[in-house]
């Protein structure tokens, strides 16, 4: 069993910053897939970032590129998503998720994963 916390979401300008934070508790986590999902209101839920834990390969949507990237402290067992340069299309709910299959981070398909944090909130207005 797996269990994902997240936090610092918050309100930001457009064009400013902010880190999300995962702290990850489980057993056999350095060979999981971690990711960052997200969801507007009246939208699917969509994969935005992840990572493979065994070796540290990330892959982005590509509407994020460049923007967001993916700092760990093993540590702390947590996986942050730092979002730059924020856009009025990134606000929503940012969901933490896990995987024991660490293919399922890959750079064309967003599976479902296995367990998900409760999420958390990004809004970006001026």
Same mark, same amino acid.
Not at 2 to 24: D, F, H, I, K, W
């Given at each position: 069993q797996v269990q994902l916390v997240e936090s610092g979401g918050g309100l930001v300008q457009p064009g400013g910053s902010l880190r999300l934070s995962c702290t990850a508790s489980g057993d056999g986590l350095e060979n999981y897939a971690i990711a960052?999902?997200?969801?507007?209101?009246?939208?699917? %839920?969509?994969?935005?970032?992840?990572? %493979?834990? %065994? !070796?540290?390969?990330?892959?982005?949507?590509?509407?994020?590129?460049?923007?967001?990237?993916?700092?760990? !402290?093993n540590a702390k067992n947590t996986i942050s998503l730092q979002m730059n340069s924020l856009k009025p299309e990134d606000p929503a709910v940012y969901y933490c998720a896990a995987d024991p299959f660490f293919y399922y981070c890959s750079p064309h398909e967003w599976p479902e994963y296995d367990y998900y944090g409760p999420g958390t909130q990004v809004t970006v207005s001026s």
């Amino acid at each position: 069993q797996v269990q994902l916390v997240e936090s610092g979401g918050g309100l930001v300008q457009p064009g400013g910053s902010l880190r999300l934070s995962c702290t990850a508790s489980g057993d056999g986590l350095e060979n999981y897939a971690i990711a960052w999902f997200r969801q507007a209101p009246g939208k699917k %839920r969509e994969g935005v970032s992840c990572i %493979r834990l %065994r !070796d540290g390969t990330t892959y982005h949507k590509d509407s994020v590129k460049g923007r967001f990237t993916l700092p760990r !402290d093993n540590a702390k067992n947590t996986i942050s998503l730092q979002m730059n340069s924020l856009k009025p299309e990134d606000p929503a709910v940012y969901y933490c998720a896990a995987d024991p299959f660490f293919y399922y981070c890959s750079p064309h398909e967003w599976p479902e994963y296995d367990y998900y944090g409760p999420g958390t909130q990004v809004t970006v207005s001026s």
